[in-house]
């Protein structure tokens, strides 16, 4: 029988297309090459395989067995790990459709033929699709070089050799099943390698523990190999290096819950990691993850593992994490924007304290300087806000936007004053109409009858207590009891809920103020401080004793003595207003005590004392360290931004110096004595200037008509700034008979001269070398020589710019105390002295300051040492202001803003 001529072509296809079918290649295939899940549905999809043992390789990868979802993919065998996903947005539907590899590249199609992911298009035809022992699947041309390769389009994991250019990412999967795009990210930047969820920072390779710093640079990839992971210069110079145990192959994957993992193998066949691998994964925390606990669940570190709670009013939702638990719901992009009337109104429901967001410790606030309202405000004002956390040491305010991650503790991210809000919307019951009317009406009926017989009852009560009090004042019932009735703490809840403060005011009406902290009798003052024995300091405002509370903590007693006081009920407003103060960098005001003309205060007792004795005068001969003087400056400035801005009345303290800020153990660092300058009488309050003694920290404007805002305190804040730096009195005194080193005290002759006008004396006026110290770029020598040079160079540059634009003469120029907060932390961005409003430190510097007596000297230069700083008279050399009462204080301009 004759056979077909074309019966031996037809036997080839059928042989061939059977190879294909049943056949895996060994690393090369070439075009015209068809491949599906159904043809190679033998080996599972693999049709390809790499050389040497076949390690990788690539295969029509169908995970979990699901009937619609199929991938190109390169697979590490041994491990089963999918190192690399073509269409992961478009997965082929049906496990017939083919996988193309023509001239052209290669193409997925789905069932009906409509290509839903190919390759590029190229200027040279396609010879060879190559899988290598490393894991790269590549598309090479007739001259065998490579014209597209899957190591250039990382998915979810990096391979050794394999590197991520700067600008280069992984991106997760949505799940083990779907490899969609999902929220987290791994990118490469030009400082670092950054884990994201969303856009929301939650880890740097630099921060991690294990990671070390070579040296500083611009990072142009990221390469891991046989010894750990490099972020790596465009000349491959070692910048961040995560060193690790020596391994032939390493997977680096981002998993689909946000976990960076290091896996490392012996060999690339080796189907269990290295004996020697104790893996890698970050962050090393839980807690630290996006969703640790799902949405709006605490998370707490519980060992090497986490526990996962609610937050006080919320309950467990259904989807792993926390819901308010009134029923109203937590706002969300998708439900902002509602049409006009029909949207529900929305409200904020409290975290409680110390609780903040995992992405606060890396994230930069969306405002500083601001108070809880203007938080608040700015997240209401703004639809993908779904609520605010408020720093309220730094004032800063962190927005939570578009998604809401996991709650963490406050001290894990190092703001220990975090309150937090989330904005919530409440749910509208339904019903109808006719329902609510009847329901209103039955209310009605019932509230109103309750309404009109509790009017009754308070009318009643009000004409008793009139009466009552027109009884009390009758002179003989008033003059029995007016020594009766004591200033004690120990009142019966009805008469502390009230704050009644009795006594014998000017007008004699009883004093009721809200808001009081606790009321001491003098007797009891003198029990805590046993008759006031122990003296621990002293002020302008009086001497401090130390005494004890029957509980047992320790307090220090303020006794007001040598000036005129207000009346009680002006004094008991400001103390209420002074009580209500609480801020962790603020020194707590416990109580007080007012009897006659006795005033005393109870503040909270600070054990290392102010902040001159320690970086002045150190009791055991060890000067401050660098990181404690870095923690006093922050602490400080944070504190005094909570008084100029995060109080519901600003207050200026006037009186910033070395002396007002204490220190306790713990690195605590709070400000003292702020608000006193209230407690005056008007008169005396004018003579404000004069009574503190405080030259050196004034600024400029005192001596003039400028009115006085908190950038004079911003002013003061800068000199303290720059005794920090070194360690010593701005103004330190050489005295050439004899009589010793610098004393660094700022002690006058008797006539009230400077000290810098005779009897040989030279002064250093550091203030004018840190000026001098910037312009010449020098900065590590204007260091305390005590330490040694143990210092942070970067650091010091920082607290001496920031102290010299504090000094700008114009207080316009000055920054906020929340800005100076924010540079000093390093969040917000250096500013740069101006030299030229700078001026007058070298007038100062140079001895322009004349004598307070009038005796030689150059007090003649006063006007040019302050541009526009006249007094209203001037008398021999010395400036006379006249003050807000009008009472002329003769003071020269170096007493009060010049050196010390």
């Not at 995560?242 to 819950?257: E, H, N, S, T």
């Not at 029995?480 to 014998?504: E, I, K, T």
Request: proline fraction near 5%.
């Amino acid at each position: 029988m004759r056979r077909h001529p074309l019966l031996p072509l037809l036997a080839a296809v059928l042989v061939g297309a059977a190879v294909r079918a049943g056949k895996i290649a060994t690393e090369v295939v070439v075009p015209d090459f068809v491949a599906s899940y159904l043809l190679f549905i033998d080996t599972y999809g693999v049709f390809l395989q790499s050389g040497g043992g076949g390690a990788f390789q690539a295969v029509v990868y169908n995970p979990a067995g699901q009937q619609d979802r199929y991938y190109l993919a390169v697979v590490h065998a041994p491990s089963k790990t999918c190192v690399w996903v073509a269409n992961r947005d478009a997965p082929i539907t049906d496990r017939a459709a083919p996988l193309r590899l023509t001239a052209r590249g290669i193409s997925a199609e789905d069932p009906n033929g409509t290509v839903v992911w190919s390759t590029p298009a190229f200027a040279s035809p396609v010879a060879a699709l190559r899988l290598d022992e490393s894991g790269n699947l590549a598309l090479l041309d007739g001259r065998n070089r490579t014209l597209w390769q899957s190591f250039d389009r990382p998915t979810d994991v990096l391979v050794s050799p394999q590197r991520l250019p700067v600008g280069g990412f992984l991106a997760s999967a949505v799940s083990d099943s779907d490899y969609t795009v999902g929220g987290y990210r791994l990118d490469v930047t030009a400082a670092d390698a950054a884990l994201t969820w969303n856009g929301s920072l939650y880890w740097l390779l630099s921060t991690d523990v294990k990671s070390t710093r070579d040296r500083d640079g611009a990072v142009a990839s990221m390469a891991v190999n046989g010894t750990g992971l490099y972020l790596l210069a465009a000349d491959d110079t070692v910048l961040i290096q995560l060193p690790l145990p020596d391994a032939k192959l390493r997977i680096v994957k981002l998993g689909v819950d946000g976990k960076l993992v290091i896996t490392s193998y012996a060999s690339a066949n080796a189907t269990s990691p290295s004996p020697t691998d104790a893996g890698f994964v970050a962050p090393n925390s839980g807690c630290d993850l996006p969703l640790s606990c799902g949405a709006l669940g605490f998370c707490a570190p519980n060992g090497n593992a986490s526990s996962c709670t609610c937050p006080p009013l919320f309950a467990s939702s259904h989807d792993g994490g926390c819901t308010p638990a009134d029923g109203s719901k937590a706002m969300s992009v998708a439900s902002c924007g509602g049409a006009g009337g029909d949207a529900a109104p929305t409200s904020y429901i409290s975290l409680g304290d110390g609780v903040a967001y995992y992405a606060n410790r890396f994230s930069r606030p969306d405002m500083v300087g601001s108070n809880g309202s203007s938080c608040q405000a700015l997240c209401s004002g703004n639809c993908s806000c779904l609520g605010y956390f408020y720093d309220e040491s730094s004032l800063s305010c962190f927005l939570v936007q578009h998604q809401i991650g996991s709650l963490v503790n406050a001290n894990s991210t190092r703001r220990g004053d975090m309150v937090g809000f989330i904005k919530v919307q409440s749910l509208q019951s339904p019903g109808s109409p006719s329902g609510s009317s009847s329901n209103n009406s039955t209310l009605i009926a019932i509230l109103l009858p309750t309404i009109v017989a509790f009017v009754l009852v308070v009318v009643v009560g009000a004409v008793i207590v009139v009466s009552w009090r027109k009884q009390e004042r009758r002179p003989g019932r008033r003059a029995s009891r007016s020594r009766d009735v004591q200033l004690r703490r120990h009142r019966s809840p009805a008469s502390d809920s009230a704050h009644l403060v009795y006594g014998n005011d000017d007008d004699g009406n009883d004093i009721v103020i809200p808001g009081l902290p606790t009321r001491f009798t003098h007797e009891e003052i003198e029990d805590m401080t046993n008759s006031f024995r122990i003296k621990i300091g002293a002020g302008g405002f009086g001497a401090v004793y130390k005494g004890e509370l029957p509980d047992g903590s320790a307090v220090a007693v303020k006794k007001i003595e040598g000036v005129g006081m207000q009346g009680k009920r002006e004094f008991c407003t400001e103390i209420a207003v002074i009580g209500n103060i609480r801020h962790v960098n603020l020194v707590r005001l416990r109580g007080f005590c007012v009897e006659g003309q006795r005033r005393l205060l109870v503040y909270e007792y600070m054990n290392r004392g102010s902040l001159d004795r320690t970086l002045f005068r150190p009791a055991a001969g060890q000067p401050l360290e660098w990181k404690e003087r870095m923690e006093v400056a922050i602490g400080a400035a944070r504190g005094l931004a909570y008084l100029h801005f995060g109080c519901d009345q600003r207050i200026i303290h006037c009186d910033v110096k070395p002396e007002n800020i204490l220190l306790a153990d713990g690195g605590q660092v709070k400000i003292a004595d702020f608000g006193l300058a209230k407690l005056l009488t008007p008169e005396q309050s004018g003579l404000f200037t004069t009574m503190r003694g405080t030259r050196g920290y004034l600024a400029p404007e005192w001596l003039t008509n400028t009115a006085i805002t908190d950038r004079t305190d911003v002013y003061s804040f800068g000199m303290v700034l720059l005794e920090l730096v070194r360690g010593r009195k701005n103004r330190s005194e050489h005295v050439s008979d004899g009589a010793g080193a610098a004393t660094g005290d700022d002690s006058n002759s008797s006539n009230g001269t400077t000290g810098s006008s005779s009897r040989g004396a030279r002064s250093d006026y550091f203030p004018l070398m840190a000026l001098e110290g910037h312009e010449a770029g020098q900065y590590a020598a204007l260091a305390d020589p005590r330490l040694e040079g143990k210092v942070v160079a970067g650091e010091v540059e920082r607290v001496v710019k920031v102290g010299l634009c504090c000094l700008h003469e114009d207080p316009q120029l000055r920054p906020s105390m929340a800005m100076v907060a924010g540079m000093l932390e390093g969040t917000m961005e250096l500013w740069e002295p101006r030299v030229q409003s700078l001026g007058f430190l070298r007038l100062y510097g140079r001895g322009f300051a004349g004598p307070a007596d009038g005796s030689g000297g150059s007090g003649g230069g006063i006007k040019q040492a302050m541009a526009g700083s006249n007094g209203d008279h001037t008398r021999s050399g010395t400036t006379t202001v006249t003050t807000m009462s009008g009472w002329p204080s003769y003071m020269s301009s170096s007493q009060l803003s010049g050196p010390r």
